[in-house]
């Protein structure tokens, strides 16, 4: 007799484990070439997936500058902005009609010359830009730049 609708479903219904054997060789990581990463060297093992989603895998990359030295760095209009509430806290001193600010003390190590300085300084930090320096004489404030040692 000629089946003229198949049935809905082709699923193989019925037959437990689908063709994979025992109902356990069809679970595991071992199914799918391990968990995660596995097996990922020089070999062929999971290589067209490294092709496509990891290129960089193998190789050598890239180049860390050893000696770079990192600043805490803040700028002219920052401090010209944070001035009285400096005073007001007691981290700044007020001396013969200049603020007087210990960057260090406050957790900054180099001024770099953003915007522009209002207002008269003695400003003590471990490191100044050029451009700083100049507009701090510029402005008749003074910079005073501290030993590390100290």
């Known amino acids: 007799m000629v089946v003229r609708r198949e049935k809905a479903s082709r699923k193989r219904r019925g037959y437990r484990v689908h063709?994979?054997?025992?109902?356990?060789?069809?679970?595991?990581?071992?199914?799918?070439?391990g968990f995660g990463k596995a097996g990922r060297k020089?070999?062929?093992?999971?290589?067209s997936w490294i092709l496509r989603y990891d290129p960089d895998y193998f190789g050598k990359h890239g180049f860390r500058r050893p000696n770079k030295?990192?600043?805490?760095?803040?700028?002219?209009?920052?401090?010209?902005?944070?001035?009285?509430?400096?005073?007001?806290?007691?981290?700044?001193?007020l001396k013969d009609d200049y603020i007087e600010v210990d960057l260090s003390k406050l957790g900054y190590d180099?001024?770099?010359?953003?915007?522009?300085?209002?207002?008269?300084?003695?400003?003590k930090a471990l490191a100044f830009s050029?451009?700083?320096l100049k507009k701090i004489?510029?402005?008749g404030s003074i910079a005073i730049v501290e030993n590390v040692s100290s």
């Open 110 to 123: 180099k001024v770099v010359a953003g915007g522009e300085l209002k207002g008269k300084f003695i400003i």
């Open 19 to 33: 063709g994979y054997g025992r109902t356990g060789q069809h679970r595991g990581s071992g199914q799918k070439g």
């Open 69 to 93: 030295e990192e600043f805490n760095e803040i700028s002219l209009l920052e401090i010209s902005q944070h001035a009285d509430k400096w005073l007001k806290q007691g981290l700044a001193n």
């Open 42 to 47: 020089p070999g062929k093992h999971k290589y």
């Open 130 to 132: 050029d451009a700083a």
């Open 137 to 139: 004489k510029e402005a």
